[in-house]
């Protein structure tokens, strides 16, 4: 499409016509914005519904309250409010560059956002280093791993994320509604500072990377190690059938922790190589809002990841979409039945 096409897709208005001092639109028309906003709402829409099912999920039955689903409870609790609050307010801006939740929404919002995500961050880090407590010291697990001591890590993890957030807002100028400069009215403008982007690189990206990749290196490890013990000690008359088993669980293990670390990846560094493109980070730039969708979309992947992977997901879903999570004994059904 050249100039003159794009020129003709955007018509230009005033977010508030009755206002002298309102910012201009830009409607962006044309079947390719359509459908851009068809998949956003659509992706939204798809957030919200699998991370509710997963909450629901974990909430519900009794048999799912450990601390590795607490985890995936918290996960999906930031990646709901990523879905239901910072997704449409996101797809609003994109939609016509304005802004009409007023200076206290202005406020609020970038605090809202930047803790569900920098929250669902921690939930991941967690995750990690419960699944590498579980596989590298499985007899103490039970042990140094409970559901009290993995609620107090949730509740410390989202008052750390909270605490970052408003101090990052607070000295980049943003976190008060009287410091929100606005050139026009229906505008919301978060600008960090180039050395806060730095800070923000270290804190919340590389530590978390590098976390994540350390722990599910040595997971992968340790268990293709025990897959080799076991396929060591076997009769040699079962050697080739359990060799295909192990064989069949160490590529299941591979292909979800090669996935966990794709997705992360793939999702985050657009985003902070945008970022350290520039002297400083402008909420409503469209590199940032390009990246921006990038790490949003890592919210609706999180939960295919960690739970519809497991089968208790599945069978939990199946309960819940026919409604008979209503029944008085429905939270102490048993969703391992192959289990004894």
């Known amino acids: 499409m050249n100039n003159s096409d794009y020129s003709r897709n955007i018509t ?3 977010c508030f016509p009755d206002n002298n001092a309102s910012c201009r639109k830009e409607v962006r028309a044309g079947p390719g914005n359509l459908l851009l906003y068809i998949f956003l709402s659509f992706l939204s829409v798809f957030t919200v519904f699998l991370n509710l ?9 009794k048999q799912l ?3 590795t689903n607490l985890l995936i409870l918290s996960l999906a609790v930031a990646d709901l409010l990523v879905g239901l609050i910072v997704m449409p307010v996101n797809m609003m801006m994109l939609v016509d560059s304005c802004w009409y939740l007023g200076k206290i929404g202005c406020s609020i919002y970038p605090l809202i956002s930047f803790v569900s995500m920098s929250a669902s961050l921690c939930s991941l880090v967690l995750i990690a280093v419960d699944r590498y407590i ?3 010291d499985p007899l103490l697990y039970s042990t140094r791993v409970t559901v009290c001591k993995t609620s107090l ?4 993890g ?7 957030v408003s101090i990052t807002l607070y000295f980049n100028d943003n976190l008060l509604q ?3 400069s606005t050139k026009c009215y229906g505008e919301c403008v978060v600008v960090l500072k180039y050395s806060w982007v730095i800070i923000d690189l270290v804190v919340s990206f590389l530590t978390p990377c590098c976390v994540i990749l350390i722990l599910y290196s040595v997971i992968f490890n340790v268990a293709r190690r025990q897959a080799k013990t076991v396929r060591a000690v076997v009769n040699i008359s079962l050697h080739k059938q359990e060799a295909k088993v192990s064989n069949s669980s160490e590529t299941k293990a591979a292909k ?3 996935t966990v670390i794709f997705v992360y990846l793939a999702c985050w560094i657009p985003f902070y190589l945008g970022s350290l493109s520039t002297d400083s980070l402008v909420f409503v730039s469209v590199l940032y809002t390009v990246c921006g969708w990038l790490v949003l979309i890592n919210s609706s992947v999180n939960p295919l990841i960690y739970a519809i992977f497991y089968p208790w997901f599945r069978k939990s879903v199946m309960f819940i979409v026919t409604c008979r999570i209503f029944k008085s004994s429905s939270s102490t059904l048993n969703l391992f039945p192959k289990q004894v």
């Not at 099912?53 to 039955?61: A, C, D, Q």
């Open 256 to 258: 979800k922790l090669g």
């Open 153 to 156: 890590l949730i509740i410390l």
């Open 178 to 180: 009287s410091q929100i």
């Open 65 to 67: 309250h450990t601390p």
């Open 53 to 61: 099912l997963v909450i629901i999920s974990i909430s519900h039955f």
């Open 134 to 136: 579980a596989v590298c």
């Open 12 to 14: 230009v208005q005033y």
């Open 158 to 164: 989202w008052s750390l994320s909270l605490f970052y």
